[in-house]
Structures are given as C-alpha cells and as structure tokens.
C-alpha cells in the first residue's frame, strides 16, 4: 500500500511564501519522477513541476522562476518551494510519484494524495 502525506498548504498574502512537503510511505522498491501538480476550483489539475530520481528538473511555465522542487530520496519526499505567490496560484497542490513497487517491472503513477490547500489572498 502506498500513501502520500502531503502538508505545508495555508493561507498567504501575495508575495509571501509557502514550503510544500510530500512523503511517500509504503512498501516501495524505488521511486523515478515526483511531481507537483494544482487544480484550482472550476479548472482542470496541471502539472507545476517535477523531478527525476537524479534531480533534473521540469516547470510549467507560470511558476518559472518563482517555484522550486526539490527532493530527498533517503526519506521519500518531494518539496515544492513557493515564492512570491500570486492570488492565482490558490489551488489544492498535490503530488503525484512514479514508483516501482517491490516484485514489479512498471513504475505506476495513479497514486494521489488528498491534496493540500494553497490560498493566496489579502
């Protein structure tokens, strides 16, 4: 069983900052990819950035320069830093990893969590 604890969500003021975390717990033999993604209320879940395994990095294009990913296998867990944070980054952010489940050939990545609420507002 695999199980995704995401925190770090709240309520922000523009320009402010959050830290976003997510372990992976369970019985996994590795994980490739981790992934950020947001879905505000009315709109479609997209991807904000992701990480491979040795660190390469991916970013949509309305968090470039402002977001930051990152990663710490030894602990399985994905960390998204947010910088000057704009009303339109309110969204549930959640992440989403690529894993390798122990006796398995093909990574999965239909694990989600519940999600963790970003609001920025004044």
């Known amino acids: 069983q695999v199980q995704l604890v995401e925190s770090g969500g709240g309520l922000v003021q523009p320009g402010g900052s959050l830290k976003l975390s997510c372990e992976v717990k369970g019985n996994i033999f590795s994980i490739e990819v981790m992934a950020w993604y947001r879905q505000a209320p009315g709109k479609q879940r997209e991807l904000v950035a992701n990480i491979t395994s040795y660190g390469r990095t991916n970013y949509a294009d309305f968090v470039m320069g402002r977001f930051t990913i990152s990663r710490d296998n030894a602990v399985n867990t994905v960390y998204l830093q947010m910088n000057s944070l704009k009303p339109e980054d309110t969204a549930v952010y959640f992440c989403?990893?690529?894993?390798?489940?122990?006796?398995?050939?093909?990574?999965?990545?239909?694990?989600w969590g519940q999600g963790t609420r970003v609001t920025v507002s004044s």
């Open positions: 989403n990893p690529e894993v390798l489940l122990p006796g398995t050939y093909t990574f999965r990545s239909d694990y």
